[in-house]
């Protein structure tokens, strides 16, 4: 049995397309959190700093304000009054001032809720650091026992900047501390503004990485592509190569037996065309046991030929004018011409032109059988760079579809008393000479056979 190709070529094409778009989203997916990741992070501390200066910008202008001016008989009323002072520089719009336990001392205005402080904020604080916080959107109903009637609207949605700056003698102690609650709108613009950049930037640099991992994977899969093309192709060759392997071993199979039998019919043929000269006098019989003589005969020699390595060479001219003798009689009888010429100077090596024979022989027989009326048939012997070529075209009625489907393979035959396997052994013959027989064109204007034979 003959192997059969699986076709796996597209499946496995198709299936490393999805896998790169798998693995392509999969990165693009890896690369867009990763990214997201770092940019938070970036975003957070970036926003740290710019509280961080507006912090550090109050704490300054406190601490040169209390060194001025140090509380003496009313610190409660000298801190606030330093607050309220510091205040103005920022538009801060509530203060609290604080001892170094968290304890409130002192505030304005007088609406503003008296709270006090966390303990991690005492603890920063005794460090010297100062604290911030900003509320995107707090209420004024937090901060104020009476929002401001114009402001009450609004007051859902408005941004505050808390900073809590501490007051440091001259001995590096804290003591006091000043919260200031400012209008955070100015520091929610930057924050939009710092927003949007670091979104730019990602988009770019996710764009641009995208686009580059992008690329690495379709020159990969294209690369990956070629290579399941070419195992796709070599698995096609070799599936073919089977396929061949396969029908040369029968074909060799046929070729021992017919060397087997026309071994054993050459003596008893020969006695058979003795007698039957003598004694019958059918000279259609005798010219066909002649006939079949011919063809063992030459069969033979070519078998023996090819066993002894024979390097003979003849010219193309030569080739044809044995050729011609050699077919002519095969197409005598019926309404048929033959023609045959050659074209350009070449050899070829007497083993190979006798194998060679034998294949022309079975191509120009079936011509001659497929012409029903007067037609011609023409035999071409070229030689060329690449080698000799061999043409053989008919007028004839064309190959049936069928037959062209397995042209080289053993079929049932057509014909009357016709074995089906003449173009099988032929192909085989062509392939040990070594030649490629191949069908040209068939159709209703005539058949063309081109056998082409390599230096």
């Given at each position: 049995m003959e192997p059969r190709s699986n076709h796996s070529g597209r499946?496995?094409?198709t299936r490393i397309r999805w896998l790169f778009l798998l693995l392509g989203a999969g990165i693009l997916l890896i690369l867009a959190g990763l990214l997201a990741t770092v940019l938070l992070v970036l975003r957070a501390e970036m926003r740290d700093l710019v509280l961080q200066r507006d912090a550090t910008l109050l704490t300054s202008v406190a601490q040169q304000r209390y060194e001025e001016s140090r509380p003496i008989l009313l610190p409660e009323l000298d801190l606030l009054g330093l607050a309220v002072e510091s205040s103005e520089l920022r538009g801060v719009i509530g203060v609290r001032v604080y001892s170094p336990p968290g304890k409130l001392i002192a505030r304005a205005p007088e609406v503003l809720f008296p709270a006090g402080l966390a303990e991690e904020r005492i603890a920063a604080l005794a460090r010297g650091e100062p604290v911030t916080g900003f509320y995107p959107a707090r209420s004024l109903d937090?901060?104020?026992?009476?929002?401001?009637?114009?402001?009450?609207?609004?007051?859902?949605?408005?941004?505050?900047?808390?900073?809590?700056?501490?007051?440091?003698?001259g001995e590096g102690r804290t003591v006091a501390a000043v919260q200031f609650w400012l209008d955070g709108a100015t520091v929610a613009r930057e924050f939009a503004g710092l927003d949007r950049s670091l979104a730019g930037i990602g988009l770019l640099v996710l764009v641009g990485g995208g686009g580059l991992v992008i690329a690495i994977l379709v020159l990969t899969r294209k690369r990956l592509q070629r290579m399941a093309g070419l195992l796709a192709e070599r698995n096609r060759s070799l599936e073919k190569a089977n396929v061949e392997l396969a029908r040369a071993a029968r074909t060799?199979?046929?070729?021992?037996?017919?060397?087997h039998l026309f071994h054993g019919l050459k003596n008893p043929l020969a006695g058979l065309q003795s007698y039957l000269r003598l004694t019958s006098g059918d000279e259609e019989a005798v010219a066909l046991t002649h006939r079949m003589q011919s063809l063992i005969n030459e069969t033979l020699e070519v078998i023996r030929e090819e066993e002894n390595g024979d390097?003979?060479?003849?010219?193309?001219?030569?080739?044809?004018?044995?050729?011609?003798?050699?077919?002519?009689?095969?197409?005598?009888?019926?309404?048929?011409?033959?023609?045959?010429?050659?074209?350009?100077?070449?050899?070829?090596?007497?083993a190979r032109g006798q194998m060679l024979l034998l294949v022309l022989r079975n191509l120009v027989e079936n011509a001659a059988e497929a012409i029903e009326e007067e037609g011609s048939i023409e035999v071409v012997l070229a030689a060329g760079p690449e080698g000799l070529r061999a043409t053989v075209s008919d007028n004839g009625p064309g190959l049936p579809g069928e037959v062209q489907d397995r042209l080289f393979e053993p079929v049932r035959s057509r014909k009357e008393n016709g074995t089906g396997v003449g173009l099988a052994i032929a192909a085989v013959i062509a392939r040990h000479i070594p030649a490629d027989l191949r069908l040209a064109d068939s159709g209703p204007r005539g058949t063309t056979f081109i056998i082409e034979i390599s230096p």
């Open positions: 499946p496995a094409l937090t901060l104020f026992r009476d929002a401001p009637a114009d402001q009450s609207d609004a007051a859902d949605t408005s941004a505050l900047l808390e900073v809590v700056s501490p007051l440091r003698d060799s199979a046929i070729g021992s037996v017919t060397s390097g003979i060479y003849l010219s193309l001219e030569e080739w044809a004018d044995v050729y011609r003798k050699r077919l002519e009689p095969e197409v005598r009888a019926r309404p048929v011409v033959l023609s045959i010429r050659h074209e350009g100077e070449g050899e070829l090596m007497n």
